[in-house]
């Protein structure tokens, strides 16, 4: 069973930095595809950035320049380095993986950003 555990989440103020990890429980190269996604309160889950098996990136418009995504294959883990942050960047953030067919989502760690 593919596991996804994410860490690095907190409080911060407008303007500072956090970097949140996903661990996956299976070596990467398995999963052709990793993302962060968000959900604000109220708000539908909205992808955030994702990179593929083949290192392609995309982000989402709100967060290009600020956020960048990146994949470490030796500790098998996914990482989302996150600047210039924004009180609208609050959300519930959520590591996910595809598999073929399937999709596995982490448990989600709170950001908050304070203005």
């Known amino acids: 069973q593919v596991q996804l555990v994410e860490s690095g989440g907190g409080v911060v103020h407008a303007g500072g930095s956090l970097k949140l990890s996903c661990a996956a429980s299976?070596?990467?190269?398995?999963?052709?595809?990793m993302g962060w996604y968000r959900q604000a309160p109220g708000r539908q889950r909205e992808l955030v950035a994702g990179i593929s098996s083949g290192g392609s990136v995309n982000y989402a418009d709100a967060v290009k320049g600020r956020f960048t995504i990146s994949r470490d294959y030796a500790e098998n883990m996914v990482h989302l380095q996150m600047n210039s942050l924004k009180p609208e960047d609050t959300a519930v953030y959520y590591c996910?993986?595809?598999?073929?067919?399937?999709?596995?989502w982490g448990q989600g760690t709170q950001v908050t950003v304070s203005s």
């Open positions: 996910n993986a595809r598999i073929d067919l399937l999709i596995v």
């Open positions: 299976i070596s990467l190269s398995s999963i052709h595809v």
